[in-house]
């Protein structure tokens, strides 16, 4: 580190921070440092220019006053993010003031040449056919639009009046979620610009089953990268991953710190390999890739409603932790404002309890892996661990366009808990012969609160973005301790 790092008693200033990337022994973690601009930091560290080798968080700084003092360091202050609204497109990478790629300059020259190579094959009519093909006949689409009739009749009030129920069933997708849609197309965009080695990260094990088959199908090298706390919960994911020829390398911790790796891996090996990332966070053109291969579910939710009533959904419903499945219902309908887009995020144990999900609900804007974005963090601005029982959800960031959707005002989002989330997942059960994720759970449960408010006759799609079955032994555990306590009482 810079001798620039040492800490003095000067009071608050602005500095202006110059971040290189010239050593790839200094990248181990995953918090990329922010692009050259302006920041206004707290008292305690020195107003010189630093410079910093590769990739840094604060909180590895080797000076313990530096640590104390420089607070909220990746947080950019409200007074430097003063850059003009635009409109919800991905314009360089920006969502109103969210977004962008605040990295090292080695990585500057790679998502360019990503960028490129990816608005090149959406334009290229033989990559979009080969790209419709694999998603029909091979990831199994289009998904059903389901009338759920008995979760409506369950909903209905007193005078058998109430909203209709639909669910996109993205768990019927090759691979059991909606992480197909997204796996498939960016591993043929990989293939296309000549990378044989594929990286990814996962947490609950669905985009790493997704990209291990797509790899598979395409004849590439996987390594999955995943946390020893997952691959504990998600066990028979990890199996599927390593039936299907990838490689799973356990990383200490849960997502976040597999995603960290995962990136660290990446850059040491740009040239060869390909990071393919699940979700709709990190630098431009990450989210904005991710979001289009998502936007076939609202796409073919709009022509199916068409088909089904003659009109558009009133609400869209969705669960969020990052927001891959959540963007891919709801981007096709944000320019309709007629078309509610409501995102359910995981309360956990409950919103003060601080172990949760809720980061729309209870984070600050923050840079993380890369982007602007709501992010959980503590009063010295470190990152603070996200819990769920969904365990796709356990993620202290989120999408950039939801953080932009959420201040505009254009989307809605909500809360719900573990146990709430748990009683979704068995009255789907019970009453659809569905099984749910506990992710999806998290949205369905949130109908409890949203029928009743809802005019009769109004329809609402649910996406269904994953099937139960990897969760099945962590609800019958919680059953059993559930009822173990209440035989003690």
Not at 281 to 308: L, M
Not at 428 to 447: N, Q, V
């Amino acid at each position: 580190m810079s001798s620039s790092m040492a800490c003095s008693l000067r009071s608050s200033y602005i500095v202006k921070t110059t971040f290189m990337a010239s050593s790839k022994s200094a990248i181990t973690i995953g918090q990329f440092a922010p692009e050259p601009r302006f920041y206004k930091y707290r008292r305690g560290c020195t107003g010189k220019a630093v410079t910093a080798q590769a990739v840094v968080r604060w909180d590895v700084l080797t000076t313990p006053g530096c640590r104390k003092n420089a607070r909220k360091s990746l947080v950019v202050p409200k007074e430097i993010v003063k850059e003009k609204e635009k409109p919800n497109k991905s314009g360089g990478g920006r969502f109103g003031k969210y977004g962008g790629a605040y990295v090292p300059e080695t990585l500057v020259t790679c998502l360019s040449q990503l960028e490129s190579e990816f608005y090149a094959a959406l334009a290229d009519p033989q990559f979009l056919e080969e790209l419709t093909t694999a998603l029909e006949d091979y990831a199994g689409r289009e998904t059903p639009l389901y009338y759920a009739k008995r979760l409506t009749d369950f909903y209905k009030n007193d005078r058998g009046q109430g909203p209709e129920i639909y669910l996109k069933r993205e768990d019927l997708n090759h691979c059991g979620a909606h992480k197909i849609n997204n796996a498939i197309g960016q591993a043929m965009l990989a293939k296309r610009m000549g990378r044989k080695s594929i990286i990814a990260a996962t947490g609950a094990g669905q985009h790493g089953v997704a990209t291990a088959a797509a790899c598979a199908k395409l004849g590439l090298d996987c390594t999955i990268f995943m946390g020893s706390l997952d691959i504990e919960r998600q066990s028979s994911n990890v199996v599927l991953i390593k039936l299907l020829g990838a490689k799973v390398e356990s990383v200490e911790g849960n997502f976040k710190d597999a995603a960290s790796q995962a990136i660290k891996h990446w850059v040491e090996n740009l040239e060869t390999s390909y990071y393919l990332t699940g979700t709709v966070v990190g630098p431009h053109p990450c989210p904005t890739i991710v979001r289009e291969f998502q936007s076939i579910i609202g796409k073919e939710t709009r022509k199916q409603a068409t088909e089904k009533w003659g009109g558009k959904p009133d609400i869209l419903l969705a669960c969020v932790g990052s927001g891959s499945n959540a963007l891919g219902l709801f981007h096709e309908f944000i320019g309709d404002e007629d078309v509610r887009l409501i995102g359910v995020e995981a309360a956990g144990s409950g919103l003060e309890s601080g172990r949760h999900s809720a980061t729309l609900a209870k984070g600050e804007v923050g840079v993380y892996h890369g982007s602007l974005c709501y992010l959980l963090q503590d009063d010295e601005g470190q990152i603070v661990g996200a819990h769920s029982i969904g365990v796709g959800l356990e993620y202290p960031g989120v999408s950039p366009e939801l953080s932009y959707l959420k201040d505009s005002g254009r989307a809605e989002f909500y809360s719900i808990t573990d146990q709430e989330a748990l009683r979704a997942y068995h009255m789907l059960c019970k009453l659809e012969g569905i099984i749910p994720a506990l992710e999806t759970s998290h949205a369905l449960a949130f109908l409890e609160e949203l029928c009743p408010t809802l005019p009769v006759g109004a329809r609402v799609v649910v996406c269904c973005s994953g099937r139960g079955e990897k969760d099945a032994a962590t609800v019958s555990l919680l059953n059993q301790n559930s009822n173990d306590q209440q035989q003690h009482t």
